[in-house]
């Protein structure tokens, strides 16, 4: 139960103190998505040098799983690869999959890790998945620039 507990914890702190919120006005690609079934919205904003995330910044509305979600995800994933972003996302997205039964690969995850509650719920999942879905359409559009 003490895990639990951190890792509420950890998706507190990323809500209270979100990273990388706020729109880059200069940016390779744009995309906006929303939780069509409790409305949460993000918005997120990628720029590429060569093949490698630069910057990657977003705004966004809704509960305290997508708004921590997505601020992990970026923190993590800026300053990777393509490849090495798509390894994480894949990594991410068979966690929430999992329906509780994954705890997901530290070592590859870093503070998204404490997402493996969420999968037990399977209303929540869309909510931890949105931003990165997000990613997945921002980095397909910015590579066809």
Request: aromatic letters at 6%; glycine letters at 6%.
């Amino acid at each position: 139960m003490q895990l639990d507990s951190l890792y509420q914890e950890v998706i507190l702190d990323h809500y209270k103190h979100p990273q990388h919120k706020g729109l880059n006005p200069t940016f390779d690609a744009q995309v906006s998505h929303v939780n069509a079934s409790c409305g949460d919205e993000i918005t997120l904003n990628i720029k590429l040098e060569n093949d490698v995330i630069e910057s990657l910044t977003w705004d966004g509305q809704g509960c305290s799983i997508s708004q921590a979600s997505v601020s992990m995800m970026t923190d993590l994933l800026i300053g990777k690869t393509l490849h090495q972003a798509s390894v994480i996302v894949k990594s991410f997205s068979e966690l929430m999959a999992s329906k509780g039964t994954s705890t997901g690969d530290a070592l590859i995850l870093e503070d998204a890790i404490a997402f493996s509650g969420v999968s037990k719920f399977p209303g929540r999942i869309k909510c931890s998945l949105l931003g990165w879905m997000a990613f997945k359409d921002v980095s397909i559009q910015a590579q066809s620039q």
